[in-house]
């Protein structure tokens, strides 16, 4: 069991803005994001990791600039000479409160996102998978929410004690199931 002295406090929610919102509400958004969340990268670099235009890639890494989600890094040289403006994932140390709540028309962004991801990475790439069926309360949906949250807020707080290590990534969904 861990010893509750050693768990970092829960990281701090916010709602999320409208910019915030409306740049999440897309698949390849989400993408970009977490590409450059694992390391600095380039426009091009994006576009040949998503196998998309790289005028289409750069459309989407501008709209995530104006929200603040992604900041432009230190222009460097390239392995041929040329200089190239990567880009990484702004960090955060609070949770995004419900983005589909203020931009509906993204609430399946994440769903889409993460297909592609697990495409990219392959049937060996998942660790876990579960899928399950429970009778709950409002009042226990929201506390199985919040342990969940725990568990995360924990390794999240200490990510960069292991950085050294392969990155891995997952999403838990708590959904009420259909009548």
Known sequence: MTDPARVPSRLSSRDTTAAEAKAL???????????????????????????????????????????GLLEQ??????????????????????????????????????????QDELRAAGPGSVSTFFRFALHLSDADAAELQNRIQAVIDEYTATDDQRLDLPAYGGAVVVHRLAE
């Open 25 to 67: 509400g897309h698949p390849l958004r989400l993408r970009i994001l977490r590409l450059c969340w694992q390391q600095e990268l380039t426009n091009k670099q994006l576009a040949a990791r998503l196998e998309r235009d790289p005028g289409t890639v750069l459309h989407h890494v501008r709209h995530l600039v104006q929200a």
């Open 73 to 114: 890094v230190a222009v460097r040289t390239g392995e041929k000479g040329a200089l190239e403006k990567p880009y990484r994932a702004v960090p955060r140390d609070v949770w995004l409160d419900d983005p589909a709540r203020t931009d509906p028309a993204g609430a399946d962004a994440p769903l889409a996102a993460l």
